[in-house]
């Protein structure tokens, strides 16, 4: 029996592509286990979003290659690179990366199986030329049928429920890796969440490129073609969101990954009246100046994103906005950072996270003029950052002496309702609580980000930990 080991790399997309490759590994008889340097074959499922993401991907190859003292892998051990890397880089990494036997594309996933057999019976020929399974622009999206092992812990899930994007941001590269949009129905994703749900899953994390363009590639089936686009904005989505909001159970329906240009009033009513749709929102906002956005092709304007702001608080009592921005775009002045960070202190979002510009290969903002140093993308990311920190301690003090509806991750260790998967805060509660439920806790202090809720005197272990390093 051949074993396999996958080292999955990057975003929560990405991730669904492992659970993928897994299930159809599984499904092929083949035995998926832990430990790379014992495996007869390793994927490593790559990211090619920024610099330092293909940076991390490069070093977990060679790190493959080179096991354990610094001694090259034995000779009978296959090494696959899968992923956004893959697609993007193959031809030019094959003639580079002489460690890696195989390169296999987004398109590929479903195929690891047989590829991994190929793989041998080429070995078994003596060819040994680098074999390259890319082929063209991602097509491929799952569907809730497709063979899958999920790698993340048993009460929450990622559904993927689109793929690819079509988006014309200048400083994004994940048009030309991923494809076009191309969105599941309604149908394959409530039949996929229904079975989740019926296998214990808590937090259904709905992910895609663009979790609000979801149905409007297919505008051209609406029963009134001439009915104007604005109209339609968002129905699809709001379908999906009250179909899941009806399957039975008790879980959270997280929306991740939206674009601020396609919400509308529905989405907003939808949110609001569905109980289960967490009172949580991820919105990449990018920038609030004009002429940034104008640069950045974000499709939008800093008073349409006011705007927005003010009608998803207003419509959706309690909810934490979480956004990103990017610090240092090609030909930002100081008055935009300044107005940015003005916009920052008076919106005060619940979450915030800041990318340092990066050039990428293949895109219109690395051809751009006016590159910003790298010394001054660092600082102007650690002025917002600074300003962040301050907002989130004022959100978090504002928690104290309220209860919360926490998710148990791990012993002594929860999530709220404002807090997703791995990229927010943390709840610290009692080691006794039950992993994997729903428990409801007073919280009585906070550190920064986190919020916590445990018996006077006792502190959280990593606390704990962080004062003996000091």
């Not at 296998?199 to 259904?204: A, I, P, S």
């Not at 909810?319 to 960070?341: N, Q």
Request: glycine share 6%.
């Amino acid at each position: 029996m051949i074993t396999v080991s996958l080292i999955s790399l990057g975003c929560a997309k990405n991730l669904v592509d492992s659970e993928i490759m897994v299930g159809h590994l599984h499904q092929a008889g083949m035995r998926v286990i832990p430990e790379a340097a014992q495996a007869d074959v390793v994927i490593v499922n790559t990211c090619s979003f920024i610099d330092s993401s293909k940076e991390e991907s490069i070093n977990h190859i060679l790190e493959v290659h080179q096991t354990r003292g610094m001694k090259k892998r034995r000779q009978s051990q296959k090494l696959i690179v899968a992923g956004c890397m893959a697609q993007r880089f193959s031809k030019s990494l094959s003639g580079e990366l002489h460690e890696v036997d195989a390169f296999i594309g987004l398109d590929q996933v479903t195929k690891v199986a047989p590829i991994i057999e190929e793989i041998y019976a080429r070995e078994r020929g003596k060819k040994d030329a680098p074999a390259d399974y890319v082929a063209g622009r991602s097509t491929y999206i799952p569907d809730y049928d497709t063979p899958r092992f999920r790698l993340t812990p048993r009460h929450f899930a990622y559904v993927k429920i689109a793929e690819g994007c079509n988006h014309p941001c200048t400083f994004c590269i994940i048009p030309q890796i991923r494809g076009r949009h191309r969105s599941r129905t309604v149908e394959s994703v409530v039949a996929e969440a229904r079975q989740l749900v019926k296998e214990g899953v808590k937090e259904l994390n709905l992910i895609s490129q663009d979790t609000t363009f979801f149905g409007m590639d297919t505008w051209e089936q609406r029963p009134n073609p001439r009915t104007p686009v604005d109209s339609t904005r968002g129905t699809a989505l709001t379908t999906l969101l009250r179909q899941l909001n009806a399957l039975e159970g008790d879980f959270w329906i997280r929306l991740l990954y939206t674009h601020p240009a396609h919400w509308s009033d529905e989405l907003i009513r939808t949110i609001a009246e569905c109980p289960k749709v967490a009172r949580y929102i991820d919105i990449p906002l990018q920038h609030i100046s004009d002429r940034m956005l104008g640069l950045m092709q974000r499709e939008t304007s800093g008073d349409y994103i006011r705007n927005l702001i003010k009608r998803i608080r207003a419509g959706i009592p309690g909810i934490a906005i979480r956004t990103t921005f990017i610090a240092g775009f090609p030909g930002e002045a100081e008055a935009d950072i300044d107005e940015l960070c003005a916009f920052i202190k008076e919106t005060k979002f619940e979450r915030l996270g800041v990318f340092r510009f990066s050039q990428e290969e293949g895109t219109r903002a690395a051809k751009m003029t006016e590159q910003i140093p790298a010394k001054v993308k660092e600082t102007r990311w650690h002025r917002l950052m600074a300003l962040q920190q301050q907002i989130a301690r004022e959100v978090s003090k504002n928690y104290v002496g309220k209860k919360l509806k926490v998710l148990v991750e791990e012993p002594g260790v929860a999530r709220g309702e404002a807090d997703a998967p791995d990229i927010d805060g943390r709840v610290y509660v009692q080691k006794s609580l039950p992993v994997g439920e729903f428990t409801e806790v007073k919280i009585n202090s906070f550190h920064d980000y986190d919020l916590i809720a445990l018996p006077k005197g006792e502190e959280p272990v990593v606390y704990k930990i962080a004062k003996q390093a000091q």
